[in-house]
T-cell receptor, first 114, second 111 residues
Framework: DTGVSQDPRHKITKRGQNVTFRCDPISEHNRLYWYRQTLGQGPEFLTYFQNEAQLEKSRLLSDRFSAERPKGSFSTLEIQRTEQGDSAMYLC????????????FGQGTRLTVV | DAKTTQPPSMDCAEGRAANLPCNHSTISGNEYVYWYRQIHSQGPQYIIHGLKNNETNEMASLIITEDRKSSTLILPHATLRDTAVYYCIVRVDGNTGKLIFGQGTTLQVKP
């Protein structure tokens, strides 16, 4: 399978714990995006990387959230001191550079904070 | 803010064409229209995109009006597997490629 891969698919954590999600993009894609989706809503943009550089962060990305893409390949999204409001589907997408190239999404990581 | 308006839900009979409308009256000259769909519990799937000409691929056709203020996604022969939420998106930032999703249209294909 050469699509976008996310791990884990599901995560249940207690409030206050830290969690980390991983995204492996399509190998030739230099752009990588993180989105968050809550029940009944469309995905919301969180942040974007071009190669290893994080070029944009949404206001939704509080200081408890951090994302990295150290070698311009896979990316991690960490949430510190999780809150119940962090419960959501976290989606990763990748795409080629080029203003209008389409993005391809992974299956997402569903986070439940109890 | 999403720059598109879609009906919240639609039904379609299996085997018939599904025509999903989208209004984007404030679209700018260099903004493309993208369509994605999301089947329950999966990530969004790219369908098609276009600027001003009609487009067709193996999944669907995209018809954009001449004034570009609206478009229609056509699934020519809908199947039960096409039941999903369909998102019409006007690309906000052509430089970053980020997508701004609205609420989408829930398409229910019925036997």
């Amino acid at each position: 399978d050469t699509g976008v891969s996310q791990d884990p698919r599901h995560k249940i954590t207690k409030r206050g714990q830290n969690v980390t999600f991983r995204c492996d993009p399509i190998s030739e894609h230099n752009r990588l995006y993180w989105y968050r989706q809550t029940l009944g809503q469309g995905p919301e943009f969180l942040t974007y990387f071009q190669n290893e550089a994080q070029l944009e962060k949404s206001r939704l990305l509080s200081d408890r959230f951090s994302a990295e893409r150290p070698k311009g390949s896979f990316s991690t999204l960490e949430i510190q001191r999780t809150e119940q409001g962090d419960s959501a589907m976290y989606l990763c997408a990748s795409g080629r550079q080029g203003s209008y190239a389409e993005a391809f999404f992974g299956q997402g990581t569903r986070l439940t904070v109890v | 803010d999403a720059k598109t308006t879609q009906p919240p839900s639609m039904d379609c009979a299996e085997g018939r064409a599904a025509n999903l409308p989208c209004n984007h009256s404030t679209i700018s000259g260099n903004e493309y229209v993208y369509w994605y769909r999301q089947i329950h519990s999966q990530g969004p799937q790219y369908i098609i995109h276009g600027l001003k000409n009609n487009e067709t691929n193996e999944m669907a056709s995209l018809i954009i009006t001449e004034d570009r203020k609206s478009s229609t996604l056509i699934l020519p022969h809908a199947t039960l597997r096409d039941t999903a939420v369909y998102y019409c998106i006007v690309r906000v930032d052509g430089n970053t490629g980020k997508l701004i999703f609205g609420q989408g249209t829930t398409l229910q294909v019925k036997p």
